[in-house]
């Protein structure tokens, strides 16, 4: 105790104060990532499911799909609401581990705005773009995925910056298969995501976003 109190008694007014705003900021950006590491799975899964079954789709039934390429979108559509009604379990009940009450509640909406906004403009960016159409269908995962990407990315750099590269992973792991893989690339990436999820996930946990 006497040793603690003299390491206290050691810091200067301004270093009190620098010591105090770090652990509040530490809290607040625990709030704002709460559940981080399940939420990555729990979209590693969704969108490998994604791509999986739209692999199988364009391989099995082509004369199902490529006529109706809105059968794509409705597909993520589902996955996506899905996907947001966990995150927000998740975030939720993570958060309650940090702390209770309206501050918790304000950042939960915040985050559930924030990723609500990118689904939906994932989703219908394309649509206003024109994309939902037989000839531009093929280019509606791109545009999407790199809206998801950035996503991340802009999160990462507000609250943690590992998160950002998995922004830059997700990215890598669905474009580099679109160019090089041909009609087997939705089945790369979804192996790919798997496998950057689970590593990602693993890493999170490691540095203390829980």
């Known amino acids: 105790m006497k040793e603690s ?15 105090i705003h770090t ?22 899964v969704i969108s490998a499911l994604g791509f ?26 589902v996955l996506i ?9 998740i975030g939720h009940r993570a958060g309650k581990k940090n702390v209770a009450g309206g501050a918790m509640r304000s950042a939960g909406i ?11 403009a994932a989703f219908f960016v394309p649509g206003a773009a024109g994309m939902w159409t037989a000839d531009a269908a093929a280019n509606i995962p791109r545009v999407s995925i790199g809206i998801a990407a950035l996503g991340y990315v802009l999160y990462g750099i507000m609250h943690r910056p ?37 590593l990602s996930a693993a890493w999170i946990r490691k540095s203390g976003v829980l």
């Open 162 to 198: 590992v998160i950002a590269f998995v922004g830059a992973g997700i990215a890598v792991a669905f474009y580099a298969p679109s160019y090089v893989a041909g009609d087997a690339a939705p089945l790369l990436t979804a192996g790919a995501i798997l496998v950057l999820t689970a």
């Open 81 to 89: 609401a899905a996907g947001m009604a966990g995150s927000a379990i």
């Open 52 to 77: 999986t079954a739209q692999y199988v789709f364009e391989t099995l039934a082509p004369d199902l799909t490529l006529p109706n390429p809105w059968l794509h979108g409705l597909l993520w559509g």
């Open 110 to 120: 915040r985050v559930f705005l924030f990723w609500l906004a990118v689904a939906v």
């Open 23 to 44: 652990t509040m900021d530490k809290a607040r950006s625990s709030m704002y990532v709460a559940g981080t590491a399940t939420i990555l799975l729990l979209w590693g």
């Open 5 to 19: 109190d003299s390491k206290l008694a050691a810091f200067t007014p301004q270093e009190s104060w620098q010591a």
